[in-house]
């Protein structure tokens, strides 16, 4: 599983006109999955996701985590994370994993994250989404589970 990670001030995911999903301040987290996946690493991710410190501290630096300042995550599915593009100039998407096996672990890595005790709201797996976002920083990071 692969994720990007934005640090955000508010956000929020609509769909056909409606809300959602909608944070005050905490994560906007892409979610991408591949064949290879397993609950593990949605567990994995979760995990760093929730004890990420890149939030500030008294003294400006990033030494907090989502649950020490109460953040929460806006979490949307991402299929084209697994694009490749090394060919040509259409994005190759094999390596995405098929919906039922990706829609299962995106769950699973939500499910994760609120049993940590993060707040999750999401967008709807394989609709199209519009996301808007203010990005504090910015701070974005990429993680995945298959680079331990």
Same mark, same amino acid.
């Given at each position: 599983?692969?994720?990007?990670?934005?640090?955000?001030?508010?956000?929020?995911?609509?769909?056909?006109?409606?809300?959602?999903?909608q944070?005050?301040? /905490?994560?906007?987290?892409?979610?991408?999955?591949?064949h290879? &996946?397993?609950?593990?690493d949605?567990?994995?991710?979760?995990e760093?996701? @929730?004890? %990420?410190?890149?939030?500030?501290?008294? $003294?400006?630096?990033?030494?907090?985590?989502?649950?020490?300042?109460g953040? +929460?995550?806006?979490?949307?599915?991402?299929?084209t %994370?697994?694009?490749d593009?090394?060919?040509?100039?259409?994005?190759?998407?094999?390596? @995405?994993a098929?919906?039922? +096996?990706?829609? @299962?672990?995106?769950?699973?890595?939500?499910? &994760? %994250?609120?049993?940590? /005790?993060?707040?999750?709201?999401?967008?709807?797996?394989? @609709?199209?989404?519009?996301?808007?976002?203010v990005n &504090?920083g910015p701070? $974005? %990071?990429?993680?995945?589970?298959?680079e331990?």
């Open positions: 599983m692969r994720v990007v990670v934005q640090r955000s001030k508010q956000a929020k995911v609509t769909v056909n006109g409606h809300i959602t999903g944070i005050e301040h /905490g994560f906007v987290v892409l979610v991408g999955v591949t290879e &996946d397993t609950s593990q949605a567990a994995y991710l979760a760093k996701v @929730a004890h %990420l410190r890149v939030f500030e501290d008294e $003294t400006g630096k990033m030494n907090r985590s989502l649950l020490d300042v953040g +929460q995550v806006l979490s949307v599915s991402q299929f %994370l697994y694009g593009c090394r060919k040509g100039r259409r994005p190759n998407f094999m390596q @995405a098929k919906p039922e +096996q990706a829609k @299962a672990l995106y769950e699973k890595f939500n499910q &994760d %994250l609120q049993e940590k /005790g993060v707040h999750v709201e999401t967008g709807e797996f394989g @609709a199209m989404m519009k996301v808007e976002l &504090d701070v $974005t %990071l990429i993680i995945d589970s298959q331990r």
